[in-house]
């Protein structure tokens, strides 16, 4: 009997989508965020931040619209700053010809920091008909906003058909990013990083704004408010954050992860399968920008395969071979033979 309970046990929790070690005080517990974490109102996480007739309540608070049209786009903001935790959302994105349109949800503290904020970020980029949303995400930590991380990716779904939800995971160690409980990126804090790691409080946001200039081809496709409006919907809010009293300046942490969370291994083929697959862009094999990618970056030879592929202009110089020596090497003296790929 005993076995069979042990069986049981061991198969219910390899069937949880993610298990992570929630650890406050001495008090540590595991725990299942697909079906622990309670789903808040809208009015006790956040609040409106721009674009007032343009962000509408439905459903009591579980539904939100942003809409942009041609006179302002519309944000919101959770009330509370935090330092660290879990935070999710369900997105469905405007449908049909969505070029220029820039969907964003994200954590900052820049209007507190301005010379050096945090940033942890979701953008979704709209696209024109025929062709699916991208994602793109991308951390700031100290105000090092000359060091774009920026990875875009495709979808497997259409982002603009159903609800998806979006999560990012934030610890002291790492950032998780999820969609719809997948990992599809995993940040790990280097020493050598410094202050690049987000490490202040920060609010989260979620916003719907004109980024024609850049989203769509590098701004070649800009918004067109013909087919306005655009409406992004979101729902099923989770914070499981560390909320920080801005006065005190002390993390409030009751029950909420503080420490590095770890991807289950079968989690961990989910999200490679995810990188080899959907990843369309990556900042750690783009040699035209970084000749020496980034020491947080921890190359894949599958993914640079696939980028490769895509790209071979951009991606060409990133790959990696026999003796850790690059297949082009720069004239730039033995220093860069050294870089660790
Ligand atoms: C943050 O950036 C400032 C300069 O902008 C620098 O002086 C400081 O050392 C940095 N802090 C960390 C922790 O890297």
Redesign the pocket.
């Known amino acids: 009997m005993g076995g069979f309970h042990l069986v049981l046990l061991l198969l219910l929790f390899s069937s949880l989508a993610m298990v992570f070690v929630l650890v406050c005080g001495s008090s540590s517990i595991t725990m299942n965020n697909n079906v622990n974490l309670p789903i808040i109102s809208f009015e006790d996480g956040y609040t409106p931040l721009f674009g007032d007739n343009n962000l509408i309540i439905h459903k009591d608070g579980k539904l939100v619209h942003l809409t942009l049209d041609q006179r302002t786009g519309s944000g919101f903001v959770s009330h509370e700053l935090y330092l660290h935790g879990y935070f999710s959302t369900k997105i469905k994105l405007p449908s049909d010809y969505t070029a220029g349109v820039v969907v964003a949800f994200y954590m900052s503290n820049g209007d507190m920091f301005k010379?050096?904020h945090d940033e942890i970020d979701f953008e979704f980029l709209g696209n024109i008909r025929g062709r699916n949303w991208r994602m793109q995400t991308n951390f700031y930590g100290?105000?090092s906003t000359k060091t774009g991380r920026e990875e875009r990716y495709d979808l497997w779904f259409d982002p603009s058909q159903d609800f998806h939800q979006y999560s990012i995971l934030w610890t002291d160690t790492n950032i998780i990013f999820y969609v719809d409980n997948v990992p599809i990126r995993e940040v790990k804090r280097t020493e050598s990083m410094?202050?690049d790691f987000p490490?202040k409080p920060m609010t989260l946001y979620a916003t719907i704004w004109d980024g024609s200039d850049w989203a769509t081809d590098g701004g070649k496709y800009r918004v067109n408010y013909k087919y306005a409006p655009y409406v992004a919907e979101f729902s099923d809010f989770v914070m499981h954050g560390c909320g920080v009293d801005p006065i005190e300046d002390v993390a409030m942490c009751y029950n909420v992860l503080n420490s590095k969370a770890n991807i289950m291994p079968k989690h961990k083929i989910e999200m490679e399968n995810f990188r080899n697959n959907h990843m369309t862009y990556s900042y750690c094999y783009d040699r035209a920008r970084y000749q020496v990618p980034l020491p947080e970056c921890v190359i894949s030879f599958q993914e640079a395969e696939a980028l490769r592929k895509l790209d071979p202009a951009t991606y060409g110089d990133g790959r990696r071979h026999r003796g850790g020596k690059r297949r082009h090497p720069q004239s730039k003296g033995g220093k860069e033979e050294d870089a660790s790929f």
């Open positions: 010379k050096n100290n105000g410094g202050g490490s």
